[in-house]
């Protein structure tokens, strides 16, 4: 008789090929970065197709008002006979850029402010005072009274949202900036008689990517919905820009006789903040050595 073999525990991955076991592997220690990773991937392919995708989020044909979920019209029409479903995808864009570009410019801005304050010593006190100071103001008010004095637009809306966000990377990058200063190598580096700016640049900077990584997803998430919110006071993008926020704004009249109207795009709205949410948590888990090595 044929001697069965019997596998050793263990034995049964290296069966498996490793080209399949490794992204399985990594998906099931990774459920929230993956999930929020394929939604917001989605999202952004959306976006970025929107201009070659079939529907015209601005034209308006009166004959076609508020109608239901459909044929030639997936998600309906609005109040003003516009296809839904493209306005949808085209608020991806305004969503996602502003969201993205309010992230990119306060990580940059705060992190210049924030390794010179806590990497030297002199500038420490003045920079954090007007941070304070910034900090106190609610950031959608300020971003209401920045908006009243200028003309609304895209490019006024990203710069109301990143004046409140930048105190919050200074603050982070100033408190990794403190504890790394403390540490051995940095004095050795010091007494060795390197420059600091050179300090900066070799010792310090590396070890605040992943906090700020980490920071940049919930701006984005948080960019997102004070965009959403700003547009539906009427204090954020034109009307005439299809957003998620103008959506909503135009259609709350609408509730009980055209409900898709708002649910589509508060459902998209969701969707994305939630991505970018989980997103931040799994790339959290990742970066922090203590929670990595716990997983």
Same mark, same amino acid.
């Given at each position: 008789?044929? =001697?069965?073999?019997?596998? =050793?525990?263990?034995?049964?991955?290296?069966?498996? #090929?490793?080209?399949?076991?490794?992204?399985?592997?990594?998906?099931?220690?990774?459920?929230?970065?993956?999930?929020?990773?394929?939604?917001?991937?989605?999202?952004?392919?959306?976006?970025?197709?929107?201009?070659?995708?079939?529907?015209?989020?601005?034209? &308006?044909?009166?004959?076609?008002?508020?109608?239901?979920? /459909?044929?030639a019209f997936p998600?309906?029409?609005?109040?003003?006979?516009? %296809?839904?479903?493209?306005?949808?995808?085209?608020?991806?864009?305004?969503?996602?850029?502003?969201?993205?570009?309010?992230?990119?410019?306060?990580?940059?801005? !705060?992190?210049?402010? /924030?390794?010179?304050? !806590?990497?030297?010593? #002199?500038?420490?006190?003045?920079?954090?005072?007007? &941070? %304070?100071?910034? &900090?106190?103001?609610?950031?959608?008010?300020?971003?209401?009274?920045?908006?009243?004095? +200028?003309?609304?637009?895209?490019?006024?809306?990203?710069?109301?949202?990143?004046?409140?966000? $930048?105190?919050?990377?200074?603050?982070?990058?100033?408190?990794?900036?403190?504890?790394?200063?403390?540490? #051995?190598? @940095?004095?050795?580096? $010091?007494? /060795? !008689?390197?420059?600091?700016?050179? @300090?900066?640049?070799?010792?310090?900077?590396?070890? +605040?990517?992943?906090?700020?990584?980490?920071?940049?997803?919930?701006?984005?998430?948080?960019? $997102?919905?004070?965009?959403? +919110?700003?547009?539906?006071?009427?204090? /954020?993008?034109?009307?005439? @820009?299809?957003?998620?926020?103008?959506?909503?704004?135009?259609?709350?009249?609408?509730?009980?006789?055209?409900?898709?109207?708002?649910?589509?795009?508060?459902?998209?709205?969701?969707?994305?903040?939630?991505?970018?949410?989980?997103?931040? %948590?799994?790339?959290? %888990?990742?970066?922090?050595p203590r929670l990595?090595?716990? &997983?």
């Amino acid at each position: 008789m044929t =001697e069965v073999p019997v596998l =050793e525990a263990g034995e049964e991955l290296a069966a498996t #090929p490793r080209r399949l076991v490794r992204p399985w592997r990594f998906i099931r220690r990774n459920p929230s970065l993956v999930a929020g990773g394929v939604i917001l991937a989605i999202f952004a392919i959306l976006a970025l197709a929107a201009p070659w995708l079939p529907g015209d989020p601005l034209t &308006m044909k009166p004959s076609n008002r508020l109608l239901p979920p /459909g044929g030639a019209f997936p998600l309906g029409t609005d109040s003003l006979g516009r %296809d839904v479903m493209a306005r949808v995808i085209h608020g991806a864009r305004v969503s996602l850029f502003v969201g993205f570009s309010v992230a990119i410019m306060s990580v940059a801005a !705060g992190l210049a402010i /924030g390794l010179v304050a !806590g990497a030297v010593r #002199p500038t420490d006190t003045p920079l954090m005072r007007l &941070m %304070d100071a910034l &900090m106190a103001i609610p950031a959608i008010l300020l971003a209401i009274a920045l908006i009243s004095l +200028t003309q609304a637009s895209v490019t006024t809306v990203i710069i109301a949202i990143t004046i409140p966000e $930048i105190p919050r990377v200074v603050r982070l990058v100033r408190s990794v900036v403190l504890s790394v200063r403390e540490q #051995p190598y @940095i004095e050795a580096a $010091i007494a /060795g !008689g390197a420059r600091m700016p050179k @300090i900066i640049l070799r010792h310090i900077l590396p070890s +605040t990517i992943p906090a700020l990584i980490v920071q940049a997803t919930y701006i984005c998430a948080s960019a $997102i919905l004070v965009e959403a +919110t700003l547009s539906f006071l009427g204090a /954020g993008a034109p009307p005439e @820009i299809p957003s998620w926020g103008n959506m909503i704004a135009s259609s709350r009249l609408y509730l009980a006789r055209a409900p898709w109207t708002i649910f589509c795009p508060g459902l998209a709205l969701a969707l994305v903040v939630l991505a970018v949410n989980l997103l931040g %948590d799994g790339l959290r %888990d990742r970066l922090d050595p203590r929670l990595a090595r716990r &997983m």
